[in-house]
């Protein structure tokens, strides 16, 4: 390409000069190219381990006067072919001109300002969008294209310099991070490492430093593990790492490719070296920690954050922190942990101006809310900036000033209202589901089933009244609603537990469900009212697990508590299919319906389920199974003697996945999990860790005397069971989880306040980012280990229908797999990617389409036929694809594989012959097939009839006469006896199959030529398929005087004549070689010449352009004898056999048929083609040339040779 004219120093230091003239010099870079030598061998090291390579193409053209030392550098190219073109280019339009000149500065002058004006030109007519990477990271992007095969699909993310260790010996290189893969490229003096690793295999990731492997990272995959060191900045390529490996993950979890931001805020200062990705990723990284941190909903995205201080009123101090601005929320964070927490949503400010400067408070900003609240921010960098972003994100901020009446009300009110929504669409029209006027919409089911008793107006009231002040006075110091300060002493009121009639609000102030529900006015309603009435799988799942939730509370045993909890459930499977309905969702919303109204129940669910327990309650509960595997590693790090002994027991993943999927719930009786769950929407899942160690370590001198599984359970539920809340005001709710006591002795009662207060005292000492660190190790782990079970499931669901191994089936079903993925990678609009549905069975999940399979077809097939491998996979993918979907599954790519490798003579013959057959045969290959014919004839004709056209219509008849009969049977025995015989497996015998035309037959020699064109006995095999098909036509020729008994006028006579198949001349009389023939062993044979039979002509080669261009293809429709030497011999010596002169037909004769039976029978007759379809071939050299080398090493003379051989490959 045209480059920006630049001075070069030393012109020849490490180039060679291949073309000159007076003005400009054609260089090539040593190392690249033929030859070179040892320092052809150094130069190419040197690009490799400093990276030239992505800064210097391997070709320039320098420019130079002829007085002059100095050159300028004014087109590279990275091949011979693209610098040839601009040095053509220099010689017709510049040389002529540049002669005229008599100035060599003015000469100079010319060049680089006609260079400059191309350069330009070209911006001008190309589009450059604006987020485009610099040109050396494009650079190193097209690179990793060319070494590693990638189309332009796959994106670069970023790329670092690194040693591979390759046993104990270090490779310097550079590891090539892309979307997909990971990929590694050395060149050390002539020897060459590649390694190419999908994000999609890794099992592990890890950063460890040992003596081995000084601060290295470590990839582990199903099958290797891989060591890269010596990073300049390792903890930056992990984390990119982790996140690539994340995305795969989800990928392999969702199906869900990974598609570029494109509504990412501009840099203020462009990166050199960044590209767009990694900037993606990075905005990704930041805005999740974001959300998590502020608890906000998941469309938010981080705009900027900068160092600032807060006024805080209630201690008059300035507080050191954080200011994060995003599209609809100002939120800080102070920098000790704990200490201030502040979320304000631009919806209720109402003013954002900047005060006056003071040496005591620089550069402050005032932003005022709705109600009535000030916040006071200083200590800001760039003021000015920030208030205008504020600004610009109020200008775009709805006023919702009229859904706010929450924060406006009297602080000193302790019900929080629930009526805070508009009115919503349903009021213009009949609310069939749901409407405001329900109880439920206004009140939790608590308050509505509460029983008022004079009793209980004791201690525990004063307590509760107690704890309500407390808050009260929290709200008038710290303001109420989402403004409120977040502080230490909001954690150690929710501690000391929640009142009952603030729970519901505070649960969703806590979990940021308040904020979504604000932003989605009347979108409950309006779901209610979509998603009722229909019948799905989750809706049929709810129905069922409806009156097992909670059924011991009053609240539940009547209508009104269960069609709330059928609202709520439904309404959220319908928002979100992806999760749709799973077990201990019904107990988590019951719960949530006790404290809230539907509205609240419902965005609380959104917040567990999308944010708070990120993938619990999907199909495959994933999230708690990755929380699960958390927990083991935390209790082997905090309890490590108890967890030998529990890992021996196998009771940790027993145990763990009921504590975290119901919160508690379903463990403990209700009055204490309820405290928990307070906890939990304050702290996040940090808490149910704390308090499940908590438990195990008050239970570890009796869990480590356990002798086996049952009674640790039984230890464990027994002190669940007794976990007390003594301050409760709710009358007690009878538990029904097994009493699991033993013996007489009452077992000890647990104060719940005491075990949350022994779980932050002794394990409060866990970080959010250290589990987050630890959940991504997990997922890695959960997901491939599902991937597993799925893959077992499948091999054993098609296990007894396959004479493939256990083995070999795994290793087809990862090779199909990885096939379908490939798709989502670089066709996200193909069919396969499209129809993917995680929901069905693990059979059905994965399936391929066409191009897939040809694909595989081509590398896994043991009949190779050469350029006509593709025409076959086709035909075989249409014979296998039963629902006509144009996907198969990898129970029916199996069983075409099967046919072909462990199928016995017949079996093998017949899916040979079916391939030969509509479906799998279309109708434009049987017209190519006709052309071909008319091709060789000299009187063309267009009369031809379509045979199997006329069995169709046979058929057709038959079945018309066949449902008119059976239209008399109408009793429900008859249809009994139909479904069961549908039900049976029908075994299809060879008399099922149909016959076979002429055009078809055709098409089934021309794949068996094709399919011998390569083995060892291809002369014997040419020899056999003749003798069989000359066989074969005469039968056919006899079996017509049988069938055809519609007369013929005489003068179409010479028209219908069959075409036959032909034979090169041999040195001897053909009829001599086949008498030969058929005395050495085919009596079949003696007969078939006696019959009077009528010979035409047939095609030698092909005519379409496509079939041309095969050199195996030039007499694809002939069978040529042993002693034939080479296709281009056929001729005009070709003459027909049994038959002394040469007849003309026109087309194909419609009458003509061959069988099953008849082909079998003839081919039997032929020793080396039964033992070429009898031959056994294993499957496993094929597949592991199909899965390709993951490391390859191999010696080169310089590093161009291998750039040129993988361009070229």
């Known amino acids: 390409m045209w480059i920006i004219p630049e001075e070069v120093l030393l012109a020849n230091a490490l180039w060679v000069s291949e073309r000159a003239n007076p003005f400009f010099i054609l260089q090539r870079r040593k190392g690249h190219g033929k030859g070179g030598g040892i320092a052809g061998l150094l130069v190419g090291t040197l690009d490799v381990v400093l990276d030239s390579s992505a800064r210097v193409a391997p070709y320039r053209i320098l420019h130079q006067t002829q007085d002059s030392q100095i050159y300028w550098s004014i087109a590279c190219g990275s091949s011979r072919k693209e610098i040839t073109e601009h040095w053509d280019w220099l010689e017709a339009n510049l040389l002529q001109t540049l002669s005229i000149f008599d100035n060599e500065e003015d000469i100079t002058t010319f060049v680089k300002g006609k260079i400059q004006g191309i350069i330009a030109e070209e911006n001008k007519n190309k589009e450059v969008p604006e987020d485009e990477d610099s040109g050396k990271f494009r650079e190193a992007e097209l690179k990793m294209r060319k070494l590693f095969g990638m189309p332009d699909e796959e994106k670069l993310v970023n790329y670092y310099s690194c040693s591979y260790w390759k046993g104990r010996v270090p490779r310097q290189g550079w590891v090539y991070l892309s979307v997909n893969h990971l990929c590694f490229y050395s060149f050390l003096l002539g020897k060459e490492v ?28 199903r099958d290797t593990e891989d060591f890269f060191s010596m990073f300049l900045n390792i903890n930056e390529t992990f984390k990119l790492m982790e ?19 494109r509504s990412l805020p501009k840099p203020r200062k462009a990166h050199k070296n960044i590209s767009t990705l990694k900037r993606d990723l990075d905005a990704r990284a930041k805005n999740e920690r974001y959300r998590a941190t502020f608890r906000l909903p998941q469309s938010e ?38 200490l201030c927490h502040l979320i304000i949503p631009l919806r209720e400010v109402s003013v954002v101006e900047k005060a006056d400067s003071s040496s005591v408070l620089p550069s402050p900003l005032s932003i005022s809310t709705k109600n009535k609240m000030t916040f006071l921010f200083a200590n800001l960098k760039d003021r000015d900036f920030l208030v205008q972003r504020i600004s610009d994100f109020l200008q775009r901020t709805p006023d919702k000033q009229q859904h706010n009446s929450k924060e406006q009300q009297d602080p000193s009110s302790p019900v929080f209202p629930a009526s805070s929504s508009p009115p919503s669409s349903l ?64 954690r150690d009121l929710v501690l000391n537990g929640i009142p009952e009639r603030l729970r519901g609000e505070l649960w969703l102030l806590f979990s940021g469900g308040l904020n979504d529900m604000a932003m989605h006015p009347g979108y409950y309603a309006d779901l209610v009212e979509q998603s009722m009435g229909r019948c799905t799988l989750a809706t049929e799942e709810i129905e069922r697990d409806l009156h097992r939730s909670m059924p011991e509370h009053r609240a539940f045993q009547n209508e009104m508590g269960i069609a709330a909890l059928r609202r709520v459930l439904t309404a959220y499977a319908y928002r979100n299919p992806g999760i749709g309905y799973c077990q201990a969702m019904n107990i988590v919303t019951s719960v949530l319906l006790l404290y809230c109204t539907e509205e609240e129940a419902f965005w609380l669910l959104v917040a567990l389920c999308e944010r708070m327990l990120p993938d619990y309650y999907n199909t495959r509960v994933v999230g708690a199974l990755v929380d699960q595997g958390v927990f083991e590693e935390l209790t082997r790090e905090c309890l490590p003697l108890l967890y030998e002994r529990m890992q021996d027991l196998g009771v940790i993943s027993t145990i763990s996945l009921s504590w975290f999927l119901t919160l508690f719930l379903s463990v403990m009786p209700f009055e204490s999990a309820v405290l928990v769950v307070d906890c939990f929407f304050y702290e996040g899942i940090k808490l149910i860790f704390q308090v499940s160690l908590a438990v195990l370590h008050a239970n570890m001198d009796q869990l480590l005397g356990c002798s086996d599984e049952g009674e640790a359970m039984t230890i464990l539920g027994r002190y669940l069971d ?21 013996g007489d002795e009452p077992p000890p009662e647990i104060d719940v306040f005491e075990l949350i207060k022994a779980s932050y005292e002794k394990f409060g000492s866990l970080r959010a980012d250290v589990i987050e660190q630890m959940r991504f190790k997990q997922r890695l782990k959960v997901i491939q280990s599902l991937e597993d079970t799925a893959k077992r499931s499948v091999v054993r669901s098609i296990m007894t229908d396959s004479a493939f191994t256990i083995e070999e089936l ?29 929901s069905l069975p693990y059979l059905e999940q994965y399936r ?17 036929c050469g350029t006509h491998t593709p025409v076959l996979a086709a035909r075989l993918f249409r014979l296998l694809d039963h629902n006509k979907d144009s996907l198969i599954n990898f129970k029916e790519f199996v069983t075409g594989l099967s046919g072909m490798y462990h199928g016995d003579l017949t079996e093998k013959l017949k899916m040979l012959y079916k391939l030969h057959l509509p479906p799998a045969l279309c109708p434009e290959e049987a017209e190519s097939a006709l052309e071909a014919t008319q091709y060789f004839t000299d009187d063309p004709s267009p009369q031809a009839t379509n045979l199997q056209a006329a069995e169709a219509r046979d058929e057709t008849r038959n079945d018309n006469s066949k449902q008119k009969k059976e239209e008399k049977i109408q009793d429900y025995r008859y249809y009994l006896r139909m479904w069961a015989k549908e039900k049976e497996q029908k075994k299809e015998t060879i008399k099922d199959l149909p016959k076979m035309n002429q055009e078809q037959f055709i098409e089934l020699c021309k794949t068996l030529y094709n399919m011998f064109s390569q083995d060892p006995s291809e002369q014997e095999l040419y020899h056999s398929i003749a003798t069989v098909a000359s066989l074969l036509l005469r039968i056919g020729e006899v079996g017509k005087k049988f069938t055809n008994h519609t007369p013929k006028k005489p003068e179409n006579h010479h028209r219908t004549r069959p075409a036959s198949l032909k034979l090169p001349a041999l040195e001897k009389e053909p009829s001599t070689s086949m008498q030969e023939e058929s005395k050495g062993g085919n009596p079949s044979e003696v007969q078939a010449p006696e019959a009077p039979v009528e010979q035409a002509e047939s095609p030698q080669s092909p005519t379409s352009d496509e079939e041309a261009k095969d050199d195996t293809s030039v007499s694809s429709f002939s069978i040529v004898s042993a002693s034939s030497l080479q296709c281009e011999d056929i001729a005009e010596d070709t003459v027909l056999i049994g038959c002394g002169e040469q007849r003309t037909c026109s087309t194909l004769d419609a009458d003509w048929s061959i069988s099953f039976e008849q082909i079998l029978a003839s081919i039997l007759t032929e020793a080396p083609l039964v033992d070429f379809f009898e031959k056994r071939k294993d499957i496993r050299i094929k597949i592991a040339d199909c899965k390709g080398q993951r490391t390859i090493e191999r010696q080169v003379s310089s590093s161009s040779d291998c750039e040129l051989s993988l361009l070229s490959g």
């Open 243 to 261: 996140q690539l490996a994340n995305i795969a993950m989800r990928q392999l979890l969702d199906n869900e490719a990974f598609s570029a931001d």
């Open 848 to 864: 391929i389409d066409l191009g897939q399979f040809s694909q595989l077809f081509g590398a896994l097939t043991p009949w190779g």
């Open 427 to 490: 009021e213009s029209r009949p609310a069939q589901y749901y409407s405001p006027d329900l109880a439920t919409a206004t009140r939790g089911l608590l308050s509505i089933f509460k029983r008022d008793a004079p009793e209980e107006l004791g201690p525990k009231a004063a307590k509760e009244k107690m704890k309500e002040e407390s808050w009260n006075i929290h709200f008038f110091e710290f303001g109420r609603g989402v403004c409120m300060y977040r502080t230490s002493r909001t």
């Open 301 to 338: 995205k981080l705009d900027g954050h900068t160092d600032c201080t807060l006024w805080t009123p209630f201690n008059k101090r300035h507080i050191v922190g954080q200011m994060f601005v995003s599209n609809n929320y100002i939120c800080f964070s102070s920098k000790g942990e704990d």
């Open 810 to 838: 795994e290793e087809l079903y990862v090779l199909f797999k990885a096939k379908h993925i490939m798709t989502c990678y670089w066709g996200a609009s193909s069919s396969a990617a499209e129809h993917h549905d995680p």
């Open 194 to 221: 590649t390694l190419v690793i999908q994000w999609t295999d890794v099992t592990q990731l890890e950063k460890n430093a040992t003596l081995l492997f000084p601060e290295s990272i470590r990839v582990s995959t």
């Open 722 to 742: 007794n976990v007390v809340n003594k301050q409760t005001v709710s009358p007690p709710i009878p538990h029904l989880h097994a009493l699991l006591t033993s």
